[in-house]
């Protein structure tokens, strides 16, 4: 735990300028950077609740984005869905390099539960901490840069509802789509895994 806590550590500290320099602060309310930053927070602080809150989350994006990178590399980009700005030459290459971090930190998450034990619990603060990012992400971030998929989600434009209304709207959809579904992603994959050092906890 000690070289994994010190090794993200470094990472971190590499990750952060790139993104500020390529994008701004405001690509952190990301939900996937926002997890990155919450799962260095649960290894200083040894919070397992913490931790277990962001794995769902970022091995369940990480199944959907690997593949879709792939499909992108093998066709020049022509068949990439949400990973397309990998293969966009106007955006810089460090920072779409730091991108892998979508295959990366799953692993690195699953790995980390493994050794201390999964809190059930993980997807109700998850859903609680969303109620918090996604107005600040509505309020505080670029409406053409469509953080957390406000404005157009899936590349679908948002016409069905008030922007308000919208993001109390998705404020439901993430538990139900992403978090609870990465939730039961992550019992499973613990379970094929074998008996950890501690039980997977309700």
Known sequence: MRRARLWFTVWMLFWVPVILWSYGPGNFFWTCNVAQFLILLAL???????????VGTVLLVGVFWAPDFLLGLFSGGALANFT?????????????????????????????????GYDGRGPWLQSALTVAVLPAT????????????????LGLEQVWLP?????????????VLLFWP???????????AGPGRRRVTS
């Open 44 to 54: 200083w602080s040894r919070n397992r609740l913490l931790l277990s809150s962001q």
């Open 182 to 192: 990465g939730h039961l992603l992550t019992r499973f994959v613990l379970r094929c």
């Open 84 to 116: 397309e700005y990998m293969f966009n030459p106007e955006l810089p290459l460090l920072a779409r390099v730091t991108s892998l971090f979508h295959i990366g930190v799953p692993v690195l998450a699953v790995w980390l539960v493994y050794r201390v």
């Open 138 to 153: 509505w309020l505080l971030t670029d409406p053409e840069r469509n953080v957390n998929w406000l404005q157009e989600p």
């Open 163 to 175: 922007e308000p209304a919208f993001v109390v709207a998705m404020m439901i959809l993430y538990p």
